[in-house]
């Protein structure tokens, strides 16, 4: 039947609209409801079951629901599931809207209690507990073109991180890739916006709203003090916070003062460069086989934050990076300051995040606990690095944050019992001897359940009946209990008990005693909740006061646990601390890959080190050798070198001089891409090209097998040049890899480019490889060898060697691939050349005075150059 919707339907229709696109969470009792397509996709992502509720426009209405007290849990999912949630909430009771109703005048048996969505759920805006993970941090990012280029405004509300920059568009992707954000907001105006963003109202967007914004949040009369903000930053930060302010509706979470982020202060990695070097991710995604997985030592979620920053955002300032060096040397040369802070560290709760959720508005007796030991651990990590002479400079600085929360630590300390539960309505968390009055509530209850036990026994002999019970329940409240076969005993009038249910096996009744008890209780434990809840107030009022410096001496112990992982590693793994320069040089000797190095180990099996002098003279390797020898593997592992280098990291390497490098970029052939979308050949292509188009001297390339995803002409073509413009254009660092033996005729032109091969023996027919680098070209490929270790059927070998001793012959004939290539002039002289040619349609555009054509002249002009052009193609 199709009729006007009730007024429920009508509430939560124009909820949903407020929602949007977010599933509306809809409160009815102890469930959290959803209703139409929201119920759908809910049920689908969270494995529920999908029923319906009454009908609308005729059709059943799907629905499905989540009990309230569960509902944590279902969120975390729905979040992970890339959905965002609105909570509307009842926020009247039943008898307050009744109430209302007879007010207003309206049916009271009609009455709809009052709901409204207070707060928007989505991944960016995460603080509890159950929701974030603990090792990775959890960005809301917003981006606003503006001019030439782009505003970035970055924040992890979890902690209250937020950072400001300004890149160029095309710097965008990169800059996009090394914040990973688990939410990205741009206006909704803007055509090339990046994909997957949630598109907020331009108006969102205006930087002077920006400024104004952060000025009120930081209470400040200009921003001057706390760095210097561009147009695009600001009305990134405006964007940002007015998204936060939508989905807090209203309220705004913990932010802490903006940092700009200099453009030119870090190592710059675009997002094919990350997943190829698999720092953060795997290929396959997920931690396991990635970068961090294998170096992360930290004893904190937040230290682990702290270094996938490092990894993803390796530094540029030579200075900066000493002092992270520094302060790893520090922890390396003293095993027992390094095991004593971790053990600290390691039982260090999470502050920052604890902090955030307090300041939201959304904290636990719980979270004070936390911010009590977090900032009396802190403490004994500074009187630990406090006592050593010869502090570093970062670790100076970082000891100074630790400290200065002693009387915060001491009241929260006589104020809450050792471990505080996370709800704080049944109270039970403010310790006793704090508080006078609640201590003589409590025991005042503390009475009264005495006399209750009392109670229990006078009735007892006073009934004979040694089974009788005194028994509490939500429904009854106190309430004495006696089996069936006694309760005639009770019922008689003058008894002293009235009755109250009557149950299968048993009946309950009340008495004029209890009922005195019952109430004392009652109003103690209120008045007792109450006073509870007023400290909780006061205390995270005090919390909030000095959230500055406690999210400095978070960020403090993550920088400190940074540090001493990052040493605990170094000895682990034998790595040197790396010697930085300026000078764009890479020279580094028994370097290893600490990913293959350590699944290697797993086997047992050793990984072979190897050396890699580039310098200016010499700074482009050209390395051959066969399949499965180790190339990939030596490219990767000085890419990683490099970078963790930058990073403030020691390195797996016996010794390492590193030259700052402004860009790394790392590049796999085709078939070794697992990219979707475009075919394997055109996504290796159109990486090619942003490196051809963005390196500078000052960058380290890594080319592998670029040109192997086409034919092997084209491919072996594309190589050619790739390699002569690397050399002689953008001559910076590069090690490229390749199976095309013909390339190494360029060593007899690119006079900074050298020969170098991965080894590999045969042996008694089996090949051997030795994954050792040496110099000079390599003899062949041993492709079919490798086959063969491979496990193709003798069969198919064999007849692919016939194959190739035909091939070879007929090399041996024409000269083969290569021939005709000993001629070749090189590419800046055909480069220049192109440059001079004359180009006669340009020039004929060019003598073009549009001002003074009519519109006949200016059509017969275009055919005249129509026909320029095609005599210039022919
Ligand atoms: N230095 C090394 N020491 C020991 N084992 C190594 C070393 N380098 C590589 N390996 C082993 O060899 C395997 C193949 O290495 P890698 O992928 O780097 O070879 P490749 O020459 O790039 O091969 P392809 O040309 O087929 O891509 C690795 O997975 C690893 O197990």
């Known amino acids: 039947m199709s009729g006007k919707p009730t007024p429920m339907m009508q509430q939560y229709l124009a909820l949903k609209r407020e929602a949007g696109d977010a599933l509306l969470f809809y409160r009815m009792g102890d469930f959290f409801e959803l209703f139409f397509e929201d119920a759908r996709v809910a049920a689908g992502v969270l494995d529920i079951a999908l029923t319906t509720r009454g009908e609308h426009d005729g059709e059943p209405v799907p629905m499905c629901g989540v009990p309230v007290h569960a509902a944590e849990g279902y969120l975390a999912r729905l979040i992970k599931g890339g959905c965002r949630v ?35 759920v989505t991944a960016g805006t995460l603080t509890e507990e159950a929701l974030l993970e603990p090792r990775r941090a959890n960005l809301l990012v917003a981006v606003v073109p503006l001019r030439d280029s782009v505003g970035l405004a970055a924040c992890d509300i979890s902690t209250g991180r937020m950072e400001l920059e300004e890149c ?133 979620g937040a ?43 390691r039982q260090a709760p999470d502050i920052g995040r604890a902090l955030g959720r307090l300041v939201a508005g959304r904290g636990s007796p719980r979270d004070l606990s936390q911010i009590r030991d977090g900032l009396a651990e802190a403490r004994r990590v500074r009187d630990m690095l406090g006592a050593r002479p010869d502090l570093p400079a970062l670790l100076a600085d970082m000891c100074e944050a630790l400290g200065g929360h002693a009387a915060l630590v001491d009241h929260l300390a006589r104020a809450l019992v050792p471990s505080p539960p996370t709800e704080r309505s049944q109270g039970g968390f403010i310790a006793a001897d704090y508080d006078h009055a609640l201590d003589s509530l409590r025991e005042t209850s503390g009475n009264a359940r005495k006399a209750i036990a009392a109670l229990e026994a006078r009735y007892r002999d006073g009934t004979g009946t040694p089974s009788l019970k005194i028994k509490h329940n939500k429904v009854l409240g106190y309430f004495i209990e006696v089996p069936a076969k006694h309760g005639d005993k009770l019922m008689a009038a003058d008894s002293g008990f009235t009755h109250r249910q009557t149950m299968a096996g048993a009946v309950r009744f009340n008495s004029i005693g209890l009922h005195e008890e019952a109430t004392r209780i009652a109003e103690a434990g209120a008045h007792a909740v109450a006073a509870e809840e007023a400290h909780f107030e006061t205390l995270v009022g005090e919390v909030i006061e000095a959230r500055e410096a406690i999210a400095a001496t978070a960020a403090a112990l993550a920088r400190i646990d940074v540090a001493a992982a990052l040493a605990e590693r170094a000895v682990e793994g034998d790595w040197a601390r790396p010697e930085m320069r300026d000078e764009p040089c890479l020279e580094i000797v028994g370097g290893r890959h600490p990913v293959v190095e350590a699944a290697l180990a797993r086997s047992g099996e050793r990984f072979v080190a190897n050396d890699c ?262």
Not at 327 to 333: D, E, K, N
């Open 613 to 874: 002098t580039l310098a200016q003279a010499n700074r482009l390797w050209l390395i051959g050798g066969p399949n499965m020898g180790g190339k990939s593997t030596f490219l990767r592992q000085n890419a990683l070198i490099l970078m963790l280098a930058q990073a403030g990291s020691y390195v797996p390497a016996n010794s390492a001089r590193v030259g700052l490098a402004d860009r790394l970029f790392s590049r796999v052939g085709a078939s070794d891409n697992l990219a979707r979308g475009r075919s394997t050949f055109m996504v290796e292509m159109v990486e090619t090209a942003a490196i051809l188009s963005q390196a500078t001297e000052r960058s380290f390339v890594i080319l592998d097998e670029v040109g192997r995803g086409t034919s092997t002409y084209d491919g072996m073509a594309l190589a050619w040049a790739v390699v002569e413009a690397v050399h002689e254009q953008l001559q910076c660092r590069c090690l490229f890899a390749t199976h095309y033996h013909e390339l190494s005729r360029l060593a007899e032109t690119c006079d900074a480019l050298s020969l170098h091969h991965v080894r590999a023996r045969e042996w008694k027919g089996d090949l051997v490889l030795l994954h050792e680098l040496a110099t000079g070209a390599a003899d062949r490929s041993y492709g079919l060898s490798v086959a063969k270790l491979a496990g193709v059927p003798a069969p198919v070998i064999k007849r692919a060697k016939a194959v190739l001793d035909k091939l070879e012959k007929g090399r041996e004939q024409t000269g083969g691939l290569g021939a005709g290539l000993g001629d070749l002039p090189l590419f800046a002289v055909t480069a220049q050349a192109e440059e001079a040619r004359p180009d006669p349609l340009r020039e004929a555009i060019e003598r073009i005075d549009v001002d003074a054509l009519s519109p006949r002249e200016a059509l017969d002009t275009l055919y005249a150059l129509q026909t320029t052009a095609r005599e210039t193609d022919a």
């Open 168 to 300: 160029p568009i095309a710097a965008l992707d990169a800059a996009l890739a090394r914040l990973g954000a688990s939410e990205l907001l741009a206006p909704d105006d803007w055509p090339d916006a990046p994909a997957d963003i949630i598109a907020r109202p331009r108006s969102d967007f205006r930087s002077e709203d920006g400024e104004a914004r952060l000025k009120t949040i930081h209470q400040i009369a200009t921003l001057d003090g706390l760095g210097d903000f561009s147009r695009p930053m600001l009305a990134a930060a405006a964007g940002l916070i007015a998204y936060l302010e939508h989905a807090g509706r209203g309220t705004l979470p913990f932010l802490l003062p903006p940092v700009a982020r200099g453009s030119g202060a870090h190592l710059a990695m675009d997002a094919a460069t990350r997943a190829s070097l698999e720092i953060l991710e795997a290929q396959g995604g997920g931690r396991a086989g990635s970068l961090i997985a294998c170096i992360d030592r930290c004893a904190t």
């Open 303 to 345: 230290g682990a934050r702290q270094l996938a920053e490092d990894l993803s955002a390796p530094l540029a300032d030579r200075g900066a990076i000493e002092a992270r060096l520094a302060s790893v040397q520090h922890f390396h040369g003293d095993p027992l300051l390094r095991a004593d802070v971790r053990g600290v560290l």
């Open 86 to 120: 609105a909570i509307a909430e009842q926020t009247e009771t039943p008898d307050e809207a009744k109430e209302r109703a007879r007010r207003e005048g309206t049916p009271v048996s009609k009455s709809l209690v009052a709901r409204d969505i207070v707060r928007f």
